[in-house]
């Protein structure tokens, strides 16, 4: 598998394991994958080539469109301009009710002897020519394509555009006080305000997501949260009462929140979609106790 290291970007955050075995402690994020030669991490695009892990989609997007910023979800920020948004295959959470299930778990090619490398020059080459005024890292998780990311982000910087990251926020502290620094604005998505319910439906964890919002409102970046409410499952009371008093107090009644509707998909098929009543509700709630920008997706 040589032929790797001139087709695929070697990845960052890891250790080889001392024990001679060629396998890698992958650091990126708390999934912490212990990975065999010649075998993926949980997110299946992280690869274990004869010892050295390689970032599989490096250079090969899966997804690229130019949006409206408004779109990505972002309220209040860059309005009425256009983002040139960039995706690639893999995740690594496992969300029961993922709504890009088809990237997300999709698979990149192990292919080495590939051609269809487009380089961080390229994308920003792209976004300049159709007059956006940001890239944007979404539709799959960018934190597990970071290496991508940040290059994109530094060639973007250079030339005058903002680089805009919607994520999940499932990131180690060392990786994401290296890359978030780069980000101009993020939108991170806040699957539900519960442990358990990150444990049960996503394979995640509550505390880093919190955590890597914190550190983005400390960067002093323009923040905005989304949450999917899923009937039943993350939409109670006393869990959205929860959100929104750590939002009061750990970042402020300014950051604008959006509360979006859930619709059957991938494995929660069978749950009904969230009532618009629902979300109004969650709305007026939210605006009672003092918050400024509150918004409603999918209705």
């Not at 919607?166 to 939108?187: H, V």
């Not at 969650?282 to 999918?298: C, E, K, P, Q, W």
């Amino acid at each position: 598998m040589d032929k790797a290291n001139n087709n695929f970007k070697e990845a960052r955050f890891y250790h080889l394991l001392p024990d001679g075995s060629k396998k890698i402690k992958c650091e990126l994020c708390p999934q912490s994958c212990v990975i065999s030669p010649d075998s993926s991490g949980f997110c299946k695009v992280r690869h274990n080539f004869s010892g050295k892990l390689y970032s599989l989609v490096y250079g090969y997007p899966t997804a690229l469109q130019i949006d409206p910023i408004e779109k990505k979800p972002f309220a209040e920020y860059l309005n009425g301009t256009t983002t040139f948004s960039i995706g690639t295959y893999g995740c690594n959470l496992d969300c029961q009710f993922c709504q890009n299930y088809h990237l997300s778990c999709g698979k990149p090619s192990l292919d080495v002897s590939r051609k269809d490398f487009i380089s961080p020059v390229r994308i920003v080459d792209n976004a300049v020519k159709n007059k956006c005024r940001s890239v944007a890292f979404t539709y799959n998780e960018p934190s597990i394509w970071v290496e991508y990311a940040a290059d994109i982000a530094l060639r973007a910087r250079e030339n005058n555009l903002s680089s805009v990251l919607i994520s999940n926020g499932f990131i180690n502290r060392a990786a994401a006080e290296e890359f978030y620094p780069l980000i101009d604005a993020a939108n991170i998505d806040m699957k539900g305000f519960s442990e358990e319910f990150y444990s049960d439906l996503t394979k995640g964890r509550l505390s880093t997501v919190l955590e890597s919002i914190k550190l983005l409102y400390s960067l002093n970046k323009h923040i905005e949260i989304t949450n999917l409410v899923i009937p039943g499952k993350n939409d109670s009371d006393q869990i959205i009462r929860g959100f929104l008093e750590w939002v009061d107090v750990n970042l402020d009644k300014n950051v604008p929140l959006h509360f979006s509707a859930f619709f059957p998909a991938y494995k929660l098929k069978n749950v009904p979609p969230t009532p618009a009543a629902k979300l109004y509700e969650i709305r007026d709630h939210a605006i009672s106790m003092g918050f400024t920008s509150v918004y409603l997706g999918n209705v």
